[in-house]
């Protein structure tokens, strides 16, 4: 077992594998492994403990070879993360992967470790022009959504001429020829200055015309522009308190809200995305931003973001809550168009 295992695992090393549903497992893969040490073992970030019993998946499929059972609340060790899966390692079996849903109470092993959450966003850009997201790189593929000319958008990275974009909980390509406005994310926090971008994130919605939707467009919107200041060091960020409360008179429709998995009707539904969004950009800023408060919406989490990192708004107990710890102010800048919604934080007022 030992032994097909290691075939296994320097396969998977050597010839990322490709699925029609593109989780951004190669990429996702690469990254972390460039931390593994020289037997090949990766470096172990996180443990965590299994909701149900469960296989160990031989690849990111849940069609794939079972590698051995995973107990009910039993440990695992997560040495990284696409959007949907986690890649896990066993001394005895090697590398093995299961759904992000199937795992809670994820923690670092040790305070080095940044929150585990999304994939590092590296730019920001804008369409040129009508731009489809395609399902793969390559001219002529499917398309998962069209973007007209104005549409800001954030990617993880650039690879032989196409832009990588996070999509719900695929991946979405875009021909860089179709961008413009290309602006990278600073690299850490010591090399930006002010008006730099430190964390950025996209989420993608309907843009359907019906009643119910147009509000829940409208309500981003209106979010977005109540959000979008600078908040000075020290400042505690109350989302509720600042886009809120999300009455008619403050600008806010009918729009569906999601409540422990359930859907229904409400004033300013559409706003957990923005504060969803803003999630997502504010764990990938490691060290200055302290999140105080946050609760996802139930076990399945919001579809437009990856598993296990949505963040609820809109009740008592349901907040989005951070601190500005660093010694310089920081700026909040949102679009809202055309099916994305687009977050950065940037240094400095702005």
Not at 31 to 46: R, T
Not at 240 to 253: C, F, I, L, M
Request: charged fraction near 20%.
């Amino acid at each position: 077992m030992r032994r097909i295992s290691l075939l296994l695992f320097l396969f998977l090393l050597i010839c990322p594998l490709a699925f029609a549903d593109d989780t951004g497992y190669d990429i996702c893969y690469e990254d972390f492994m460039e931390y593994a040490d020289a037997s090949g073992k990766p470096m172990l970030l996180y443990t965590g403990r299994t909701v149900v019993s469960l296989n160990m998946r031989s690849r990111p499929d849940k069609g794939s070879a079972s590698l051995g059972v995973i107990k009910e609340r039993g440990r695992v060790y997560i040495f990284g993360f696409d959007q949907q899966w986690l890649f896990c390692w066993d001394d005895e079996v090697g590398v093995y992967y299961i759904g992000r849903h199937n795992v809670d109470e994820i923690t670092p092993l040790s305070e080095d470790i940044p929150p585990y959450g999304v994939i590092k966003n590296r730019f920001i850009a804008t369409t040129a022009r009508e731009t489809a997201l395609l399902v793969s790189p390559e001219m002529g593929a499917e398309a998962l959504g069209t973007y007209p000319a104005g549409t800001r958008m954030s990617l993880w990275l650039i690879r032989d001429g196409w832009a990588v974009v996070p999509y719900n909980r695929l991946v979405g390509y875009v021909y860089v020829g179709d961008l413009t406005d290309l602006t990278p994310v600073a690299p850490s926090i010591e090399d930006a200055e002010p008006g730099d971008i430190l964390a950025a994130f996209t989420t993608f919605y309907s843009t359907k015309t019906t009643e119910l939707n147009l509000g829940r467009m409208e309500n981003m919107r209106v979010g977005c522009e109540y959000i979008d200041q600078t908040y000075e060091p020290g400042y505690q960020f109350d989302f509720n308190n600042v886009a809120g409360p999300y009455r008619y008179s403050r600008g806010y429709k009918d729009a569906p809200v999601l409540i422990d998995g359930q859907t229904v009707g409400g004033a300013g539904g559409g706003t957990c995305q923005v504060s969803t969004t803003l999630y997502n950009v504010l764990l990938q800023i490691s060290d200055g931003i302290e999140i105080i408060w946050r609760r996802p919406h139930g076990p399945g989490g919001a579809k437009y973001a990856p598993h296990g990192v949505d963040a609820a708004v809109g009740a008592e107990n349901l907040n989005l809550e951070f601190e500005n710890d660093f010694d310089f102010p920081i700026t909040i800048q949102s679009t809202v168009h055309s099916g994305a919604l687009c977050i950065c934080i940037l240094k400095g007022a702005y």
